[in-house]
């Protein structure tokens, strides 16, 4: 458990710690939404059901043809507050890690949940078919 919550933590960058969690509660996800457009934006909105201290963590998978349903592999792109429902416009650090997008093509998302204290919630997985 120590080094599951310090790892996030310090993924996040905040400080390691050795104290107890004070509360192992952590947000659902919720519903986030992205959109990805090939000539256009991809954006993530995050549904903010958490608290101003927590933290949502999102993450992208690399392109993937239409027929992929599941996804394993993802890339830790970034995070904002838990309470945030602000679009986040992914558009540049995407391509910058994975190229341009082509229609048709499916990208996979994950928003994760993590309280102020590092205890890591229930990630919301899902995707968008490029436009």
Same mark, same amino acid.
């Given at each position: 458990?120590?080094?599951?919550?310090?790892?996030?933590?310090?993924? +996040? #960058? !905040?400080? %390691?710690?050795?104290? /107890?969690?004070?509360?192992?509660?952590?947000? $659902?996800? @919720? *519903?986030?939404?992205?959109?990805?457009?090939?000539?256009?934006?991809?954006?993530?909105?995050?549904?903010? +059901? #958490? !608290?101003? %201290?927590?933290?949502? /963590?999102?993450?992208?998978?690399?392109?993937? $043809?239409? @027929? *992929?349903?599941?996804?394993?592999?993802?890339?830790?792109?970034?995070?904002?507050?838990?309470?945030?429902?602000?679009?986040?416009? %992914?558009?540049?650090?995407?391509?910058?890690?994975?190229?341009?997008?082509?229609? @048709?093509?499916?990208?996979?998302?994950?928003?994760?949940?993590?309280?102020?204290?590092?205890?890591?919630?229930?990630?919301?997985?899902?995707?968008?078919?490029?436009?």
């Amino acid at each position: 458990m120590y080094v599951s919550i310090n790892t996030q933590l310090l993924q +996040l #960058g !905040a400080a %390691a710690t050795i104290a /107890v969690p004070a509360s192992n509660v952590v947000a $659902s996800a @919720g *519903v986030p939404t992205l959109t990805a457009v090939h000539a256009g934006a991809i954006t993530l909105t995050p549904a903010g +059901l #958490g !608290a101003m %201290a927590d933290y949502q /963590v999102y993450s992208f998978s690399a392109p993937q $043809s239409s @027929g *992929v349903s599941s996804m394993k592999t993802f890339w830790q792109a970034g995070h904002v507050a838990g309470n945030s429902v602000v679009a986040i416009v %992914a558009t540049a650090a995407y391509t910058t890690q994975f190229g341009p997008v082509v229609v @048709g093509q499916r990208i996979f998302f994950k928003v994760t949940p993590v309280n102020q204290y590092g205890v890591t919630g229930t990630p919301y997985i899902s995707f968008a078919t490029v436009t």
